[in-house]
């Protein structure tokens, strides 16, 4: 158990509780929300396909605070259009998510093409309006391995600039890794105290996450967020 001043119900609400498997059943995503309810999460985040849940959030919003709803767009490759994105999007906020989680394409920022990365997040922040939340998932990890810490800061910037107001360090679907205290560190410098760092993929322990809170994210995005929330005190 991590012994620090963070409780679990503290830890909980920085939490989007995450079921994006591709085998995942709409059944499974009611179960993912009621669960979510249960952990006093801030969110749970789901495919696109999964909407809407209605059924799952009136069951269940009257017993306590009910979660957020948030979504993924592009997910998980970011080499869909950008018009697509937006559009998929789009439809999301009006079937009921609060907040997106969008994946640029890690290619072109490799490639330079930082003015099309900004362009991207644009057209999504544009589509959905300027009141959704509006997470920007950069493959941390990839811009690493392939690239370097300025590239990371860069493009953080630039999906700021697009009107993001969380970036966020990984899908969890791709090779290179999921979120690091590195990364989350250089996130957090590149964007300053006022835009939101969420931390996602490969967090499977309270060590783990306080780790990530340590570093500067503010939401964590958690798979097993039940095991890793019972590693902090009540």
Do not use: W
């Not at 900004?118 to 544009?126: K, N, Q, W």
């Not at 006022?194 to 958690?222: C, H, T, Y």
């Amino acid at each position: 158990m991590v012994s620090d001043v963070l409780t679990r119900s503290e830890v909980a609400a920085l939490v989007d509780h995450t079921l994006l498997k591709p085998e995942a059943t709409e059944a499974a995503a009611a179960a993912a929300y009621a669960e979510g309810l249960d952990l006093g999460v801030y969110a749970v985040c789901l495919s696109p396909s999964m909407l809407p849940l209605r059924a799952a959030i009136d069951a269940h919003e009257a017993d306590r605070r009910a979660p957020k709803v948030c979504v993924v767009a592009g997910f998980p490759s970011g080499k869909h259009h950008t018009l697509i994105k937006a559009a998929e999007a789009r439809m999301a906020i009006e079937e009921g998510a609060h907040e997106v989680d969008m994946v640029i394409d890690v290619g072109l920022a490799l490639a330079g093409e930082l003015d099309r990365v900004f362009s991207d997040v644009l057209t999504v922040r544009e589509a959905i309006g300027a009141d959704p939340v509006l997470k920007v998932i950069v493959e941390s990890a990839a811009l690493l391995e392939f690239g370097d810490a300025d590239l990371l800061a860069e493009v953080c910037k630039r999906s700021v600039k697009g009107g993001a107001t969380f970036v966020k360090t990984s899908t969890g679907f791709h090779p290179s890794g999921g979120a690091s205290a590195e990364a989350v560190a250089l996130m957090r410098a590149a964007v300053g105290p006022d835009v939101g760092v969420k931390a996602s993929g490969g967090i499977r322990s309270a060590e783990a996450a306080q780790e990530m809170i340590d570093a500067g994210a503010n939401r964590l995005g958690l798979s097993g967020s039940r095991a890793v929330l019972a590693g902090f005190p009540e």
